[in-house]
């Protein structure tokens, strides 16, 4: 089974920064394209930014210039460098990952458990 486990989230003061992380972790298995969603109070989860397997990004809107998102194939990890925190970035943010098993090839996208990122004076 596969697990995504993230981690760096926290309380930031507006304008500061946090880098989030976010590791596959299992057994038999590859990690295709990798992304970060984020869900603030009373909205949907909407997408913050993506990363190919080969590096190749897309961000939302809202972050673009602002958030970077980079990974190491080698760790099956996905960061979030998010920096000029604004009160409007909090939100629990999610890991998504496309993985495929080994053993039959079966495909699937897989979520973490999400961490709470709080920008507040």
């Known amino acids: 089974q596969v697990q995504l486990v993230e981690s760096g989230g926290g309380l930031v003061q507006p304008g500061g920064s946090l880098r989030l992380s976010c590791a596959a972790s299992?057994?038999?298995?590859?990690?295709?394209?990798m992304g970060w969603y984020r869900q603030a109070p009373g909205k949907e989860r909407e997408l913050v930014a993506t990363i190919s397997r080969a590096a190749f990004t897309d961000y939302s809107g809202s972050v673009k210039g602002r958030f970077t998102i980079s990974r190491e194939n080698a760790k099956n990890t996905v960061y979030l460098h998010m920096n000029n925190l604004k009160p409007e970035d909090t939100a629990v943010y999610y890991c998504n990952a496309f993985v495929t098993l080994d053993t039959n090839g079966a495909a699937r996208y897989t979520w973490g458990q999400g961490t709470l990122v709080t920008v507040s004076s």
């Open positions: 299992g057994s038999g298995f590859s990690v295709g394209t």
